[in-house]
């Protein structure tokens, strides 16, 4: 009988500064623990990461005990929750799903409305804003990964998806992710 897996979520956010990856990877791998998930960006001057470690209950409990000292040394706020691995359910389907816009405010709330109302959930979502090519207009992409479940007719929710990105005026691709 294998031995259960204990996983932990770090939540950290600070003045961006080089070396927190370093620092943050270093005391996780010191503990005797692994990072197995991660994300990490810079938003405006702030650094935010999210990380899954695995590890032992005990090397997880010392990490957890560190978490102040690593707060004052490096400057972070840092939050931390124990968790489940991820359990995949056989019957979620994963999509791609592809916006771009002009931006506006809402974009998000709008996308985020259309897949709740069909039980559909958002896994992974990366927003960002630029300015075009040639005209400098701003603009706003979505790229997100959601799991549909297999009981709703794919090619229908397709041809929703697209007219209901139409009549909002964005640019939309949904697709299967491959792999």
Known sequence: MSTPKNYLVISALGKDQPGIVKALSRKILDEGCNITDSRMTVLGGEFAILLLIEGPW???????????????????????????????????????????????????????????????????????????AHTGTPMFSVHMSVGIPSEIHIAALREEFMDYCDALNLDAVIEPIKG
């Open 58 to 132: 005990n090397t997880l409990a010392k990490l957890e005990s560190a978490v102040p000292e690593l707060q004052e040394d490096l400057g972070l706020t840092i939050i931390c929750k124990r968790t489940e691995g991820k359990v995949r359910s056989s019957n979620l389907l994963p999509y791609m799903v592809e916006v771009v816009s002009m931006d506006h405010p809402g974009i998000v709330n709008q996308l985020a409305e259309f897949f709740s109302e069909r039980d559909i959930n958002i896994e992974d979502m990366v927003t960002n804003c630029y300015s075009a």
